[in-house]
């Protein structure tokens, strides 16, 4: 989870970790998505959990179901505290052997952290009725003394961060087509919020929070920042600044003003983060690098220039006009004056359009060529796998636990 950059003060008020509406019923793309009904917004402690759709698991059986918290468990650790790998029956939620039943990812709260209860709380009213493939799925939590847990869908290729900045031999990096396919995934993840009756902002969308299936799908997770949208003639919800730094868009951190355009900004950051292969903030650049959209966005205004931002590992699995549209969206969701930022249904959009031009240069089309990051044109090869599935198999590698703050791997 993100924090607040001062002195990390915890900013989510149980007054406004609830909704106002009855349902969600639509994501960005126009499909159907399936949510539950919602009551009155609820204020206290026990109104959420009561209004909630999970299961209430035992502090015992999560105790056995990650074998007492093992070390070797955990998955990885951030501000709320440590995930642990658990398996339990799918039916009966009861703590099963290693290696068999259901597996899960449970995550443990550090009663010594600065991120607590609140954001536990609120992690449970969104997740608890909001449901849709693009979001992870929580599947209950415990409550018993001083414990607090939260209890999700275990998601075997960790998250995007992980995948995107891990370095080494033995890590092959995520090709074109997964990147866009995550990107679009997660697309989609947002735009479910952003079109709930009662409008759902994020306020912590960064790469860590992005995880991904067997199959590189993407869910978005974390919302123990997550706030309702404005609502009647409001324009904006006003709030403590907080997050993660590099993601946050300029306006909310010089106003404490959040809108949903708050989080196209961070889907800017995490989409030119995808297309470089760099971080938000990277203190260990050179000079006037460290931070990526001030560094990046003069190559991005540029049709040549921008392949200088493409990460080279991605050589010949792109053409010059998917750059130039992968580049023109960013910017777009990067610009200073949120109102010419998109709504995520156009991003939804404009990434489904990118989606149907890679499949059609991966079938080998002959108009397209090939571009290194030098910007010289290369023939494509006679053949190319053309699903996203195919592609996945060619980057199936074992991968390191996250060095910080990725919900699990």
């Known amino acids: 989870m993100g924090v607040c950059w001062s002195n990390k003060i915890k900013s989510v008020s149980l007054s406004n ?22 009551p009155t917004t609820p204020r206290s402690e026990g109104e959420i959990l009561q209004s909630c759709n999970l299961n209430s698991i035992s502090f015992s059986e999560l105790k056995n179901a990650t074998r007492n918290f093992r070390p070797d468990s955990v998955l990885g650790d951030g501000g709320f505290g440590s995930v642990f790998k658990g398996w339990i029956d799918e039916n009966t939620l009861i703590a099963t052997k290693a290696g068999t039943g259901m597996v899960i ?41 001083e414990h607090r847990l939260l209890v999700y869908e275990f ?102 003003h959040l809108t949903a355009k708050s989080d196209i900004y961070s889907f800017g950051v995490v989409f030119l983060e995808m297309l470089s292969g760099r971080r938000a903030i990277d203190k260990n650049r050179p000079s006037g690098e460290h931070n990526l959209v001030e560094w990046a966005r003069p190559y991005l205004t540029n049709k040549r220039r921008v392949l200088r931002v493409i990460d080279p590992r991605l050589e010949g699995q792109y053409s010059l006009s998917h750059t130039q549209k992968a580049a023109n969206l960013a910017l777009l969701c990067l ?75």
């Open 17 to 38: 970790t609830g909704f106002n509406s009855r349902s969600a019923s639509r994501d960005g793309s126009g499909v159907k998505a399936s949510s539950s009904s919602m």
């Open 105 to 145: 990812a449970v995550k443990r709260l550090n009663q010594e952290g600065f991120q607590g209860h609140k954001e536990w709380l609120t992690e449970i009213n969104y997740l608890g009725q909001l449901q849709h493939p693009n979001l992870v799925k929580l599947i209950g939590y415990c409550l018993e003394d």
């Open 155 to 256: 998601m075997p290729k960790g998250s995007m961060e992980n995948h995107l900045f891990r370095r080494g031999t033995y890590v092959q990096p995520l090709s074109w087509t997964l990147r866009m396919k995550i990107a679009l995934d997660a697309a989609k993840g947002l735009a479910f919020l952003h079109n709930a009756e009662q409008q759902v902002i994020h306020r912590d969308f960064k790469s860590g929070n992005i995880l991904l299936d067997s199959n590189y799908n993407a869910k978005l997770s974390d919302f123990g920042l997550a706030r309702d949208g404005p609502t009647g003639d409001k324009s904006h919800v006003s709030t403590r600044v907080i997050g993660t730094q590099g993601y946050a868009a300029p306006e909310y951190l010089a106003t404490g």
């Open 335 to 409: 610009s200073s004056d949120p109102k010419f930022r998109p709504d995520m249904n156009e991003v939804v959009t404009i990434l489904e359009q990118l989606q149907d031009t890679t499949k059609d240069m991966l079938k080998g089309t002959q108009n397209e060529h090939r571009v290194t990051s030098h910007g010289q044109s290369i023939a494509a090869p006679k053949s190319r796998r053309s699903s996203t599935d195919e592609a996945s198999k060619r980057v199936t590698v074992n991968y390191p636990r996250p060095s910080s703050n990725p919900l699990f791997a």
